[in-house]
């Protein structure tokens, strides 16, 4: 078998329990949506706007803990177990001290919505969604802390089964608890939120019950010690993590922005942007799964001194994330007509989308090039320039160009879409310099220190 045949499936065994973990973790928001949707339209609006701070803060405050990636992946490849175990005791750590943080930023929902211009009655029931999720916080980050850790040990398989899982719990107590089942009462929207909160605790009970009862700890664990809760030791997360952090909140914050921008379009424009980014997101599941095994990957055979295996790997990974996505830029074209009546009906909103795709296309292998991209930088440790490649391409050109097009070129949605599109090609040919002039078969240290 030639070293890219093999390279790539290595790759693919990594990556394939992430695309279905991630593919799950969708699945929830779904079921969330659809069975919200059944009390009524403002129920479902109430808690579309809410998870738009919960999404947003978590996704930025859960990069911190992607900190763990370059240091657990790396120690891993050293055959370092001890590194390894330390390193997941930090992440708890911080998992805890970032809870108060996320709990915190939680606690200013409503305030956050009211300022964004949203209708009273809609903040009101968005801000109590929201604050029965607070309590769930530590458990939720904590999952997240253990999850880093198993992967960069090439452990993959148990966050999948935990997910999915959890999908059959986070059914049942959607409907016990928002339609008033199994002896609860008929809490609606507040019922959504707190089946979101148990299931979250969930998703921690299971992964620890895995880590403990299979003893996939074994040989990368040892006593806590006050060296866990060191400051020059959580620096060292921090250093990795925080540059990620603002890598996830500088794309997640974009799109949010987009939606805004295409909100001063028309209704309609805004109800096809959202099919559109629904089947961009729904698509983006495969190179994040292929990203993540990327950065374990990479930073596994840089903890083994293979500089050139690595190089190797990041290569295989990029061209698997670009050709992934180039397959789904095919099926929106072809299927332009077909895709958006997946979310919507309204011939005008399916019209609009129809019309969307095949720029989403475009946007599409750049997305999945640059995803991947991401993740080789985190397994080598080099977190920094993704998040400068996002802020230049996102929210310098992407959004401006974008906006400009669609508000003042006469373009609509298509010049946020080409806009978006160009921020991506942008940053996707940033990486791919980057990987080309230091990538791994460059890196002469890493993070190897405990």
Not at 163 to 191: D, E, S
Request: charged share 10%; with cysteine.
């Amino acid at each position: 078998m030639s070293p890219l045949r093999a390279e790539s499936r290595t790759l693919a065994r990594l990556a394939f329990p992430v695309v279905v973990a991630n593919l799950g973790t969708m699945l929830m928001g779904a079921i969330d949506t659809a069975m919200v949707g059944r009390v009524g339209v403002d129920a479902l609006a109430a808690v579309s706007i809410g998870n738009v701070w919960v999404h947003g803060t978590f996704l930025f405050i859960q990069g911190v803990l992607f900190g763990l990636d370059p240091i657990v992946a790396q120690a891993h490849g050293a055959g370092d177990g001890r590194r390894c175990g330390l390193a997941l005791q930090r992440g708890l750590v911080l998992a805890g001290w970032l809870s108060l943080l996320l709990g915190g930023l939680w606690l200013l929902a409503g305030p956050f919505l009211t300022l964004a211009e949203q209708e009273p009655a809609l903040v009101d029931a968005a801000h109590r969604y929201v604050l029965v999720q607070i309590p769930s916080v530590p458990f939720i980050l904590l999952f997240v802390a253990m999850r880093q850790y198993l992967q960069g040990r090439e452990i993959m398989r148990p966050a999948m089964w935990v997910v999915l899982a959890a999908n059959l719990f986070n059914a049942l107590a959607n409907w016990a608890l928002i339609f008033g089942h199994l002896g609860f009462p008929a809490l609606g929207v507040v019922g959504a939120g707190l089946a979101t909160a148990l299931t979250r605790v969930i998703l921690f009970g299971l992964l620890l019950a895995m880590i403990r009862g299979f003893d996939l700890h074994a040989g990368a664990w040892q006593p806590w010690s006050r060296a866990a809760a060191s400051w020059q030791g959580l620096r060292k997360v921090l250093a990795y993590g925080v540059p990620i952090a603002a890598t996830v909140g500088f794309e997640i914050w974009a799109f949010g922005a987009s939606t805004l921008l295409s909100g001063w379009i028309d209704p309609v424009a805004v109800a096809a942007h959202t099919v559109t980014l629904n089947l961009a997101a729904l698509a983006f599941m495969f190179p994040l799964g292929i990203s993540q095994g990327a950065a374990t990957r990479v930073g596994n055979l840089l903890g083994a001194s293979q500089h050139a295996a690595a190089q190797r790997a990041a290569w295989v990974a990029v061209g698997m994330g670009a050709s992934v996505m180039a397959g789904f830029a095919a099926l929106f074209v072809l299927l332009r007509q077909q895709l958006p009546a997946i979310f919507a009906r309204d011939p005008e909103i399916l019209s609009t989308s129809a019309a969307i795709l095949p720029i989403a296309a475009a946007f599409a292998i750049f997305d999945g090039t640059q995803v991947v991209g991401c993740g080789v930088l985190r397994g080598m440790g080099d977190t920094r320039p993704a998040a400068v490649y996002n802020l230049v391409g996102y929210w310098l050109l992407g959004l401006p160009i974008g906006g400009w097009l669609a508000l003042r070129g006469g373009w609509g949605l298509a010049g946020i879409w080409w806009g978006l599109a160009l921020g991506l090609a942008v940053v996707a040919a940033l990486l791919v310099a980057r990987l080309r002039v230091r990538g791994p078969a460059h890196l002469v240290t890493g993070p190897s220190s405990p």
